[in-house]
């Protein structure tokens, strides 16, 4: 079959000299020489002049090799990634590695989710939206809590800033009782956030009988606090591999009139296998946080995060 001709371009491609360069260069030679002279320099390496040259780069440029075409590129990349030796980690100390359903892919490539346009396009604020929405709705359902945000950097920095909307939903209080059965990383980056500001961190440690946190203990921790309490963070599955006692905890918090923080994990809440937060103690979690790294995306150095913020709809209190 023969080939349509393509339209011709309307221009000259020689006439651009700079859209034919190996290299993009956004300055003429004599565009650099006019900002020398305007500078009162000859060359360009007068600008460098005061750099010893000790630490300058040789004039014979960095050792690097030359391009290859893409598809040479391709082929290399993959002998290299051959040389790769992927064993089973079980260092993952909090970051889950599940297999991702093969229709993922899929999904995160329907034309309407995504398109090729920078995030501040609105072409692409259109796939955001809607991604993030049907997101929403899902952890919604999954969870029973009604409004659940875009995402924070990660579980931890959600967790913290959970405990700073409790602060704020208590007039006067400035304390978070938390358990320590939860991930010693987050427990590190709630330190590391809460340093040098007015919120005050009480970590009560696990029983080393049973290995989790007892309700008890958490209870004395909150009624010291007295008025300044302003939450109760706990982990449903510990870092121990427990279950905590999140109806007792839920529960002591609302005998407390403080919020209750659940630090969950979304896949284990699926298909019914443990209870969802909106099903804690009498009334539910006041809120609840969650790494979603592992609803679709693979570990990869220790990264990326998703961190998962959601809270209860309060008719009397819309705000």
């Known amino acids: 079959m023969a ?17 034919l360069l190996r290299h993009y260069i956004g300055a003429s030679e004599a565009d650099i020489a006019a900002m020398l002279a305007k500078l009162g320099l000859k060359k360009l390496e ?7 040259a000790n630490v300058r780069m040789p004039a014979s440029g960095a050792a690097i090799p030359e391009e290859l075409s893409y598809e040479d590129l391709l082929r290399h990349m993959d002998s290299l990634a051959k040389k790769n030796h992927v064993r089973t980690s079980f260092l993952g100390d909090g970051l889950p590695h599940y297999k991702i359903p093969e229709v993922v892919p899929h999904i995160l490539g329907i ?14 604020s259109q796939g955001t939206l809607t991604s993030i929405w049907i997101y929403q709705c899902a952890v919604a359902a999954l969870t029973g809590f009604e409004a659940v945000n875009a995402s924070f950097y990660d579980r931890a920095t959600g967790l913290f800033e959970a405990i700073q909307c409790a602060r704020r939903l208590r007039d006067e209080s400035d304390t978070a009782v938390v358990a320590e059965s939860l991930y010693p990383g987050d427990i590190e980056v709630l330190k590391t956030l809460a340093a040098d500001t007015e919120l005050r961190l009480v970590f009560v440690k696990p029983d080393p009988q049973t290995g989790r946190v007892s309700v008890a203990a958490m209870e004395k921790a909150g009624r010291e606090a007295g008025d300044r309490l302003a939450c109760l963070a706990f982990p449903q599955l510990n870092f ?10 839920t529960n002591l ?24 937060p909106a099903a804690f103690g009498r009334q539910g979690a006041s809120m609840f946080v969650a790494e979603g790294q592992h609803l679709a995306i693979a570990p990869n150095f220790s990264g990326p995060g998703l961190g998962i913020f959601g809270i209860r709809f309060n008719p009397e209190h819309k705000k």
């Open 240 to 249: 121990l591999g427990l279950l905590e006692d999140v109806d007792g905890l």
């Open 3 to 19: 080939q349509t001709p393509c339209a011709p371009l309307g221009y000259d491609p020689k006439s651009l000299p700079r859209e």
């Open 46 to 52: 007068d600008l460098y002049a005061h750099v010893p």
């Open 253 to 276: 918090a609302d005998e407390l009139h403080v919020k209750s923080i659940a630090v969950i994990d979304p896949m284990t809440i699926a298909r019914g296998a443990l209870k969802p």
């Open 111 to 124: 034309r309407k989710l995504t398109t090729a346009y920078t995030p501040y396009q609105p072409e692409r």
